[in-house]
Each structure stands twice: as C-alpha cells, then as structure tokens.
C-alpha cells in the first residue's frame, strides 16, 4: 500500500456492519481506493454438520443461515429434498407455504427499512419498521409457533394447518399495512436528506453485477427483471398476479425502492393465496428416515436477500454426502471492493447497507 494511502477498519462489532463483519479500506482523503471484506466470524461449519445428521435432524438449522427470512430457507431445502424423492405436495400445503414465505419477506424488508434510516441518520424509520414488523411476526406465531426461527415447513407440506384465528388477524393487517407503507414513503422515500444520501451513490451495472452473482434486490435494482418466482416458479408461484419491480439507475436508492415495492407485492401475493386457498390435506406420507436416491441435485428459491440453492449429493443414506449452500449475502459481500472503490467513506455504509447482508447466511 502506498504511503500515502490511510488504512481504516470497519468492524468486525461495528453496528452498521450487520453483524460481525470486517472490512479494510484503503483511503486517499475522503475517497476509498480498496476495500478488503474479512468474513468468518461466524462460521459455523454447518455444511459439514449437515453430513453427520439425518435429513430431517439437520432442517431445523436451515433457519439460522438468513434469519430474517427463516422460512424461505426451510422452503428451499424442503423443495430440494421432494425434487429429489419425487414427492407430491398438496395445494393447501402449497397455498401455506407461499402466505408463510411472502410474509417472512415483508417482515425481512421491514429490518431492512429501518435499518437504511439508521445509516442515513434517521432513528424514526428504524422504530416504525420494527414497530409495523411486529404484525407480521404475531400472525406468523399463529401460523408456525415462533418469531423468528420456526421450524415449520417440513417435507411433504407443512407441520400444521391454518388455524381459525388466522383469518381475522390477517384481514386486520391486510387493511392497515397498505396505510403503513405511505407513512413509509413519507419518513424515507420522500425525504430529502435520504434522496441525497442515497442517489447517484453506489451505482452498480447489470453486466457488473451478473458476473458476480448478484441476485434479488440488488440484482432487480440495476434494471435487471430476474426472479425465480417468475422464472422458474415454484409451490405454486405460476398461479398469482405480481408484479417484479426494477430499478433504473442501480444506484443505493433504487435498491430501496425496489424493497419497499415488493413489501407490495408480497401482500399481493398473499391477499390471492389466502382468498383461493384450497381445501384438502396440508400434508402428505413420507418416510420416517428420508433416504433420497443416490444421484445430485441443485434446487433454488428466491430468498428474501436473493437466490437461496442447495446442492445435494446423496449415496442413498439417511445424510448427505455433500450438501453446498449457495447464499446470496456471500456473493453480495464478495464484491464490496468492487462497489466501494471510487465512493466517499462516508458512504460506504449505506452502500453496504443496500446489500442487506446477513452474516449467519454469509459464513455458514
């Protein structure tokens, strides 16, 4: 490093960092001129622990990759897993998993509201994000039994039906959050601190951010229409009307705006899934020890952060012999040099802040 250059580390318990995140940037006054992303903190080995556990023994761990979006990850193993064995899995159970996955969304881009008022300097957003989010997280109680990790969606369906009291806790949602999201719009959106703060900073190009392996928000915020929803739909995705919002300018405020319209859609989604949903079994039979045939597979979802996969190679036994877990936090945060390089270091966090990185999906 050039004498000249200043050396400046962020984190690893820094609160902006989202976790225990480091990273070194090299600066030349004001401008960054490289930032090296230090991850491991909090590495758990969990592919290697999914190899000397039973299929069903390991699921609940899944949870603890992304853990704002908990049960999109259990719905990406368990549709890995039914891909494989060639299970069939009811429409009601279907329906459920949909309504529980596009709630678990909003409740995951609510963290990510507040959190981008707190890097800009705004301390309101972050109480009403968490505030608003506390709706969701009542009717996924009802649903699944927890708040945050849940353990709910199993192979074959899900672990229990729609309760009774489900349905006038979501039409009371249903009506309220719609106001919600204009008293959103008018504390950040509109805001004219946060428009300076945030557009024209971070800009990232589609043909830049595909060769990384950007996916989700990030990805959708630089023009790019790519959602596995509509690609290649899964649990019944093909059947609802909803819209795939992108950005123009792929800069840190497109990256927003892309989050706050599909809070939007989502409860779109989930208006539909819940007026059509069928009646029927919310579960089918499988086998106590699941022992998928020898072979491999790759399955992936659309995870609140981006593309969720899991590769599987089976030898016919109740583990895995191989299981890789593809997160999109990671290749997020394997191109922060690329994207913070040329930007002030006042900025730097609200770039980092746009990815809406999660450590415990990072590390694995």
Request: one cysteine or more; aromatic letters at 12%; charged letters at 25%.
């Amino acid at each position: 490093m050039p004498k000249d250059f200043m050396e400046v580390n962020f984190g690893p318990h820094h609160p902006s960092t989202h976790g225990v995140f480091r990273f070194i940037a090299n600066v030349d006054g004001e401008k960054i001129i490289s930032a090296e992303p230090v991850v491991g903190y909090l590495h758990r080995g969990i592919e290697k622990i999914a190899e000397n556990r039973t299929y069903i023994q390991f699921k609940p761990l899944v949870d603890r990759l992304d853990y704002t979006g908990a049960l999109n990850n259990e719905l990406c193993y368990c549709l890995t897993l039914e891909k494989m064995m060639e299970i069939e899995v009811p429409e009601r159970a279907q329906a459920i998993r949909v309504i529980c996955a596009e709630l678990n969304r909003i409740a995951a881009h609510l963290i990510f509201f507040g959190a981008m008022g707190l890097e800009t300097g705004a301390f309101t957003p972050f109480l009403y994000g968490f505030l608003d989010r506390e709706s969701i997280l009542r009717l996924l109680e009802m649903l699944a039994g927890g708040r945050l990790t849940f353990n709910y969606i199993t192979v074959g369906g899900v672990r229990r039906d729609i309760p009774a009291e489900f349905a006038p806790g979501f039409d009371k949602f249903r009506k309220e959050f719609p106001v919600k999201l204009k008293r959103f719009a008018e504390l950040l959106t509109g805001n004219e601190i946060f428009r300076n703060r945030t557009k024209n900073v971070g800009i990232l190009y589609k043909e830049d951010l595909l060769n990384w392996g950007a996916s989700g928000p990030t990805l959708r915020g630089s023009g790019v229409r790519f959602d596995i929803r509509k690609v290649e739909p899964y649990s019944g995705y093909e059947k609802y009307d909803f819209e795939i919002p992108v950005g123009t300018n792929g800069d840190v405020y497109d990256r927003y705006i892309v989050r706050m319209e599909e809070m939007r859609q989502s409860l779109r989604i989930v208006e539909q899934a819940v007026d059509s949903i069928p009646a029927g079994d919310w579960t089918t039979k499988v086998p106590k020890v699941l022992r998928p045939p020898e072979g491999e597979i790759y399955y992936r979802n659309e995870g609140t952060k981006g593309e969720i996969g899991f590769y599987l190679v089976s030898r016919g036994d109740k583990n895995p012999y191989r299981l890789k877990i593809r997160t999109p936090s990671f290749c997020h945060i394997s191109m922060l040099n690329f994207a913070l390089s040329g930007n002030y270091i006042a900025d730097a966090i609200v770039i980092l802040g746009s990815f809406d990185t999660v450590m415990g999906s990072c590390d694995r």
